[in-house]
């Protein structure tokens, strides 16, 4: 065989595919000043996460917001209040895997938030009238866009031989008889 006749047993296919893959885990601090004096912290919980993102260079840029909410109690624990503050953020994600073969500067961006905006710790800072709000993120992220791949061609291939196979997988009554029917149930618990 040639090389020639080598070289027509490959093909370049232009396809969409994953172009690049990045993912990032982030924490950040936060001041909430509250309209009260905080007096000790009964809970702190974070709502109403949304973002976008965006190729920017080598690394996809996710802005994003969400409110973060605190309920506090004040005058000496006698009364309770909620803060309730929204928070902007930017988290600059770096696309570790990248192809080279990318044949277009248009390019689908898609991010996903594996862990979601969560409070690890909040407090009551030294001056004694905000907030300290620790959060953590985790954010992956995919770039879509045109590229190429080679595929070999088999020169040898006849079609499909599926049809052509025999198959002789005939079961009899009694293969079912050993069979336990409770086998991928378990045990139940109530």
């Known amino acids: 065989m040639s090389l020639s006749d080598k070289e027509l047993n490959y093909r370049e296919i232009i396809t969409k595919a994953v172009c690049g893959k990045g993912r990032k885990f982030s924490q950040a601090s936060h001041n909430i000043s509250p309209t009260h004096k905080p007096t000790s912290i009964l809970g702190c919980w974070i709502i109403n996460h949304k973002y976008d993102a965006e190729k920017k260079g080598d690394a996809i840029e996710v802005n994003g917001k969400y409110d973060i909410n605190i309920w506090y109690s004040y005058d000496n624990n006698t009364k309770t209040n909620v803060a309730t503050e929204t928070v902007a953020y930017t988290d600059v994600v770096p696309l570790a895997l990248q192809d080279k073969n990318v044949l277009s500067e248009e390019m689908e961006v898609l991010a996903r938030a594996i862990q979601q905006p969560n409070t690890l710790e909040a407090t009551i800072a030294g001056n004694a009238t905000d907030v300290n709000v620790q959060v953590e993120r985790?954010?992956?992220?995919?770039?879509?866009?045109?590229?190429k791949v080679c595929v070999y061609c088999n020169p040898d291939f006849s079609g499909d031989s599926w049809d052509e196979k025999i198959w002789d997988y005939d079961v009899e009554d009694e293969a079912f008889e050993d069979l336990d029917p409770n086998f991928l149930m378990g045990d139940l618990e109530e």
């Open 138 to 147: 985790e954010f992956m992220v995919e770039v879509i866009g045109e590229t």
